[in-house]
DNA sequence: GTCATATGTAAGTAACTACTTACATACCTC
DNA sequence: GAGGTATGTAAGTAGTTACTTACATATGAC
């Protein structure tokens, strides 16, 4: 069994990339051996069948939340300055993932279960982290009261709507001359300051 | 042609419904013609093709940007109150529309064209008038300073991936229960006043 | 009543797809 | 060199799909 494992990787990478582009069904058995460089036979002979290749594919993904990871970091930051580099390592991780978000966007209907629970490992784990965050803040009244879950979800809602718009409706490149840093910062200011002038004339004009 | 214009009509639907079930390549053009109550024979002889069927579905959606015309409503309304009249409206608009929402997410790669076409009339002719109506509002000194375009895209996205998360993805009914509002009214507050406290205390801690 | 229009029934076709079977070959281990 | 393991070649199968052809029927307009 020399590269048995490298073979099987190779079908599954060609699978995701495929399926992410021509979804579950246009996506061709034939074609992802072909661009694993290997035969439609030995696709079958590792997984049995397409429903199966679809699901090693599924399952392989496995995210380790990486928010967690760089949350030490972010609580030495000031508020914003944390809330930047979350930002902009959120974005970063989606774009990682891109194939797979795509698919996710694509197959919710073809294979619910699984789908949501992707979702569930990429986002809502992603969120708690980020809630945990605020409610700390607001204990140490660096943030004023507000409900932290909705705020998380706002807060990667804006940042993912983002990602959905640019990378996959519009096909642009956001890691590109900078503007990362930039969009999420312009982002980061609304959430932080919100859009009400300072003066708390907030009540009534005209 | 007594109700040639219904027929067609019916198969527009019926389609629309199925393809946002299925996606483009799993909804037959059997299953379609049986969803509208017709032959499969009756469906070719009006489009010709399916690929043709499909552009006409695309085609048929036209986005009067609905929110054009509550807008004298809004501008009646204190910022926060407006806001959540734009909020809520959005939301339902997209109810509405989710078959062909759930199409754009699906069918993005199979007709990249007219998809984000529709993308644009649906989303970005809305940003542009909230847009308008933030730089309308900064000149009255009710808003403070802020990119006007990105604050838009900011409070649609939020919006627009709560509409995803809930309805297309845990296939939750947004409408019941009073939630709609309740949960637009969190956003909103989140949007108007920003999450950081009151006191300016915004710079560091620990 | 004739004619055009819209639809139906029935049968079929060519292409493609997931998947299979039978047999051969290369490589590694012992 | 014997045998197991991973892969290849070649051919084929059963099912499905978009789409077609030929013929019949109903209906409304004039």
Chains 1, 2 share one sequence.
Do not use: C, W
Request: charged share 30%.
């Amino acid at each position: 069994m020399t590269n048995t494992v490298a073979t099987k990787d190779r079908i599954i990478d060609a699978a995701t990339l495929l399926v992410s582009e021509k979804g579950y069904l246009g996506a061709t058995t034939r074609e992802i051996a072909s661009r694993a460089g290997v035969t439609e036979l030995t696709l079958f002979r590792h997984f049995g069948s397409k429903e199966r290749l679809f699901e090693a594919l599924l399952g392989r993904q496995m995210f380790l939340p990486r928010l967690k990871e760089i949350m030490p970091k972010v609580d030495a930051l000031s508020y914003e300055e944390g809330l930047q580099v979350i930002g902009e390592g959120f974005l970063l991780s989606l774009k990682e993932r891109k194939p797979l978000i795509k698919i996710m966007h694509s197959e919710v209907n073809h294979y619910p279960d699984k789908v949501r629970k992707i979702y569930n490992q990429l986002i809502d784990a992603t969120r708690e982290v980020l809630k945990d965050y605020f409610a700390g803040l607001q204990k140490k009244k660096v943030l004023r009261a507000f409900g932290p879950d909705m705020a998380a979800k706002a807060f990667l809602g804006m940042l993912f709507s983002y990602f959905r718009t640019e990378e996959i409706m519009r096909g642009v490149d956001i890691t590109r001359g900078g503007r990362l840093s930039r969009d999420v910062r312009e982002l980061v200011d609304l959430f932080v300051n919100g859009t009400a002038s300072r003066n708390g004339a907030k009540r009534r004009h005209s």
